[in-house]
């Protein structure tokens, strides 16, 4: 069993997690409550953030950058229309975790903090150079997303840090992306491979690709050969089998390494010509 | 301030109720252990299957992975709160019509998914449908009729059955 505690500002909150270090911090609750019902997860004592003022959900324009606070729902993101015009790989890649009552009560933030090496949010996130915006008794940072996850289900949150909202920054000049992603059967599932595809107005291109290590990666092309809808489909391919060779995934119970791999390639492709595609309408004025 | 159990109002099926809940308890345990609102049924248990599917304030959520005091305050609506002075909705008729319920294990789930679907669009396409119901899953894979039963409260054809009575 455990206590439960519902702190409405963060001053309450980090003298909770002071008095007791080994509280889990409770959003959605949609992995948290499934780990300590199945007793995987062992606490005294759960802290509901959902009424804490500062975690606020909801999306705004701050500072060139698209914040969404901690406690915004999955469902808020996916329908939000400054999301769908200018991160099309985030909403596609929310709009495929979980199912639809668990995207209503999961948040963006919690997804991230759980640094599963398989999170579908996490590939777009990266693309598009997400900052997170932490928090502490006594410390106010922002750190990138790339550097925030560290391996499965490690973060570098410090003990009694927590996160209040993700940045992501708005481009000055139109960017193409796409999400891609395998499962074993077509809905509700976890990823055998997701990814991510951005192509600049710049012509440099990105993809991030997850499930194939221990936590998502970001590779970047900045020679404009991606970009260009006219490079030679044998140099395409070159080009991403170099980025793919920084992956580095397992065999399990949703694939084999070589399948991943052999994946990465057939899909990076959709995903790269899907971007590709969305650029061009965008700078049409689509 | 950490509490065994807590002090929690919940507004269910239109109707408030005051209720000091244990603190570890899901929102589905207080439905259907202290309310006796058993319509809403207890599956998996790790949000996977949508037997447990309850609207809280009018989104669709899995009530087996909800605290009841996390849903303090809140607006609750299960499978008990659809039909009007004892006759069903026009959408529960229309699963009866269809065919839609073998064991129905999982029924008041895809009803309420189907609820909160027709709640936002009162038009939807079969695809549409199947995507709204596809967090519930039915064992006795009856999805076809279900997913008619859905189309058929859309069309309105559930409606005209009504009007007949």
Known sequence: MFAYARPEGLSETFALLDAEPEARLLAGGTDLLVGVRKGNVISPLLIDLKRVAELASGISEVDGALRIGANTVLTEVINDRRVQETYPALVAAARVVGSIQIRNRATLVGNLCNASPAADTAPPLLVFGAILELAGPDSRRRVSFADFVTGPGRTLLERGELVTAVELPLPADPVGSAFQRMTRRRGVDLATVNLACAVTSGGVTRFAFGAVGPRAIVVADGTGMLADSKTDPVEVDALIRRMTAEATPISNVRASREYRQAMLLVLSRRALESARERLAEARRGG | ?165
């Open chain 2, 1 to 165: 301030m950490a509490a065994e159990t807590m002090a929690v109002t919940l507004v269910v099926n239109g109707r408030t109720r005051a209720l000091e809940v244990a603190v570890h308890r899901t929102l589905l345990d207080v439905l259907r252990d202290e309310l006796g609102l058993t319509g809403s049924k207890e599956c998996c248990a790790e949000g996977e299957c949508g037997a447990c599917t309850v609207l809280v304030d009018g989104d669709g959520i899995n009530a087996c992975l909800v605290l009841a005091v996390e849903a303090d305050g809140s607006s609750v609506t299960t499978i008990e709160g659809l039909g009007v002075d004892g006759r069903l909705s026009r959408l529960q008729d229309a699963f009866l019509a269809a065919g839609g319920v073998q064991c129905g294990f999982c029924i008041p789930g895809m009803v309420m998914s189907a609820e909160a679907l027709l709640a936002r669009q009162a038009r939807a396409t079969p695809a549409e449908i199947r995507e709204a119901l596809s967090g519930n899953l039915c064992r006795c894979g009856g999805y076809n009729q279900i997913c008619a039963a859905v189309a058929a409260a859309c069309s309105g054809e559930g409606h005209e059955a009504e009007e007949e009575r």
